[in-house]
Each structure stands twice: as C-alpha cells, then as structure tokens.
Nanobody
Framework: QVQLVESGGGLVQAGGSLRLSCAASGRTFRTYAMGWFRQAPGKEREFVAAITWSGGTLYYADSVQGRFTISGDNAKNTVYLQMNSLKPEDTAVYYC???????????????WGKGTLVTVSS
C-alpha cells in the first residue's frame, strides 16, 4: 500500500499564497504520478494538478493554470502545490492523489491522502 500525508493547509486572505506538501510512503514504486484534487462544500471533487516522475510532465486544471504550480522531489517522494493569487472559490479540502498514471476524472488515481483544508477569505 501507499500512504499519503498532506500538510500546509490553512486560512489565507484573497490574493495570498499557500504551499501544500504531500509525502508518500510505503510501496512508492506504484506512484508514477502524483497530484492534487480538491472538493468544495456541496461540489464534486475536481482535479487540480498532477506531475509524473518520469519526464516531469505537468498537468493543470484550467481554473488554476497560471496561479498554482506543482513540483516534486522524487528522492523524498514528496509533491508540492504552490498556490498564489488565491481566490475565495479556491476554498476546499485539498487531497493528495497518487497512482501508476495520471487520471484527472473525479475518481482520480489509486491512492488518496486524508485531505487538508484551505480556506480563502474575501
């Protein structure tokens, strides 16, 4: 199995920044791709960003393109999400996600973290 642990959520004012981290442990050879999803209250879970370890291909949702940056440290099995110019509509629980390939549908990849809450005040 693979365990994913997120950190870095919190409360921030609109226009501010936050950086999320997700550390993977266990059978990390299964985590060819890692990324982030989010779920706002009353809404469906949605893809945010992902990265592949081989080649470093990056994927972003249109809603965060240009504001969020995903990066990773393969040696540490850790992925980061730098979130800038945050908006109230970015408020959600952010989940780390990992698996053998990038999947951007609501079902996501195979493994999930427990989530970290990001609240953006107006």
């Amino acid at each position: 199995q693979v365990q994913l642990v997120e950190s870095g959520g919190g409360l921030v004012q609109a226009g501010g920044s936050l950086r999320l981290s997700c550390a993977a442990s266990g059978r990390t050879f299964r985590t060819y791709a890692m990324g982030w999803f989010r779920q706002a209250p009353g809404k469906e879970r949605e893809f945010v960003a992902a990265i592949t370890w081989s080649g470093g291909t990056l994927y972003y949702a249109d809603s965060v393109q240009g504001r969020f940056t995903i990066s990773g440290d393969n040696a540490k099995n850790t992925v980061y999400l730098q979130m800038n110019s945050l908006k109230p509509e970015d408020t959600a629980v952010y989940y780390c996600n990992a698996g053998p390939r990038v999947l951007t549908g609501p079902g996501g990849m195979d493994y999930w973290g427990k989530g970290t809450l990001v609240t953006v005040s107006s």
